[in-house]
């Protein structure tokens, strides 16, 4: 394997928990519905899916209950801004200081305090017969694990159902102008309360992601800044899927540039490396708020009664 290739290799891989956390953020706010409890959703759905991979020895089981939990997370936050309409920002906060303590507490619970980490098996790698054969690109392209194929596949479906179908067509509108929709027959609170449940579940899965990809084990520092991340890469990509791939694959880029500096033994400080993702990061958005173009309801609350929504 060249060099290339391998650096290719590492950035595809790093880049899934990027896009999936991403994709859900986009998910809920397209509708108007905006999270910003992704990091603490994340290290809850690490939580989940170790623990469970660890105590029933399958990896399929811990991310499906990851994802689960995820869902509820997301439903709680559709639910209390839409039926309840109460403040986005702060019920996200709120969502995220709970998960953060409940993910703590379930490992500690779980394997005690202080006791040596375990470690479980980490998803295998599955090369796609005759693709993976491809000089380079086949292994930087179709020699990974389950979950990085399904994560192009719900950004190539995201696509087309947001741009290719009528239910996204109306599922776009909700997040333009809500009294509009719901004055043609579109299902308004429901397109909400799906979105952000179905936002939520990516956001968990991302974070389970990275104990049964990266590490096989699972630390409180895990996530490490990724879920804000997201949300920064939200909005520079504009929230459309395909310019969130983009994204990904660029804020992914960074993290394995600065990692294979770290290791390669360049002579600069650790925490230079650690920055250089963010520092890219705030680069980036100055210019990407420039032409990015954001759901008019983001982050508002819908009321049929109100006239001034």
Request: aromatic share 12%; proline share 4%.
């Amino acid at each position: 394997m060249t060099e290339f290739a391998a650096l290719a290799q590492l950035t595809v891989v790093a880049m899934v928990p990027y896009l999936l956390a991403s994709l859900g953020t986009m998910l809920g706010g397209l509708t108007g519905v905006f999270s910003v409890s992704q990091e603490g959703v994340m290290l809850l759905g690490a939580a989940i899916g170790f623990l469970v991979s660890y105590g029933t020895g399958s990896t399929t089981i811990g991310i499906l209950l990851a994802a689960g939990t995820g869902a509820v997370f997301g439903a709680a936050l559709g639910w209390a801004t839409t039926v309840l309409r109460l403040d986005q920002f702060v019920v996200g906060l709120a969502l995220f200081f709970a998960a953060t303590g409940l993910a703590g507490l379930l490992y500690r619970i779980v394997i005690g305090q202080g006791a040596t980490t375990p470690r479980v098996d980490t998803l295998p790698r599955v090369e796609i017969p005759l693709l993976s054969d491809i000089p380079v690109l086949g292994t930087a392209l179709f020699s990974h694990n389950v979950l990085v194929y399904l994560a192009a596949l719900l950004a190539v479906g995201a696509w087309f159902f947001l741009y290719r179908t009528r239910a996204g067509l109306d599922l776009r509108s909700v997040g333009e102008n809500p009294k509009a929709a719901d004055s043609l027959g579109i299902p308004v609170v429901r397109n909400r309360l799906w979105t952000a449940t179905a936002g939520g579940a990516l956001m968990a899965v991302a974070g389970a992601y990275l104990p049964l990809v990266y590490t096989g084990t699972y630390t409180d520092s895990i996530v490490g800044g990724r879920g804000w991340l997201a949300i920064a890469l939200t909005f520079f990509g504009g929230w459309r899927p395909q310019f969130i791939v983009l994204g990904a694959l660029f804020f992914a880029a960074m993290d394995v540039v600065a990692l294979r500096a770290e290791v390669a033994g360049i002579d600069i400080p650790s925490q230079v490396l650690l920055v250089v993702p963010y520092v890219a990061t705030l680069l980036v958005m100055v210019f990407a708020f420039r032409w990015a173009r954001v759901p008019e309801f983001l982050g508002r609350n819908y009321d049929r009664e109100s006239r001034t929504t």
